[in-house]
Nanobody, 128 residues
Framework: QVQLVESGGGLVQAGGSLRLSCAASGRTFSSYAMGWFRQAPGKEREFVAGMRWSGGSTYYADPVKGRFTISRDNAKNTVYLQMNSLKPEDTAVYYC?????????????????????WGQGTQVTVSS
């Protein structure tokens, strides 16, 4: 079992920044990768960014490339999502997810079913 707890969400003006944290506990050594997803009101949940625990390779969705950065602190078992140049369309509940099923490549990064553990989500609201 892996437990994930997100924090760091809030209200920010357009152009501002936020850093989300995802603290992992439990069998974290069994995780291949971590991902961030988001779900805006009335929309389906979508992939934002992902990172392999081993090696640190990263993968980003096109809408956030160049603005968001995923990183990790192995000692703290924590994954971060630094979000810069925020836009109103970034408003959503952001979820952290862990993949213990197997390595992710290419389009598999963005598929929800590739991740088997999820956090409760943290709200990010960007005002215009």
């Amino acid at each position: 079992q892996v437990q994930l707890v997100e924090s760091g969400g809030g209200l920010v003006q357009a152009g501002g920044s936020l850093r989300l944290s995802c603290a992992a506990s439990g069998r974290t050594f069994s995780s291949y990768a971590m991902g961030w997803f988001r779900q805006a009101p009335g929309k389906e949940r979508e992939f934002v960014a992902g990172m392999r625990w081993s090696g640190g390779s990263t993968y980003y969705a096109d809408p956030v490339k160049g603005r968001f950065t995923i990183s990790r602190d192995n000692a703290k078992n924590t994954v971060y999502l630094q979000m810069n140049s925020l836009k109103p369309e970034d408003t959503a509940v952001y979820y952290c997810a862990a993949d213990t099923l197997g390595p992710l490549y290419g389009s598999r990064w963005s598929r929800e079913h590739e991740y088997d553990y999820w956090g409760q989500g943290t709200q990010v609201t960007v005002s215009s």
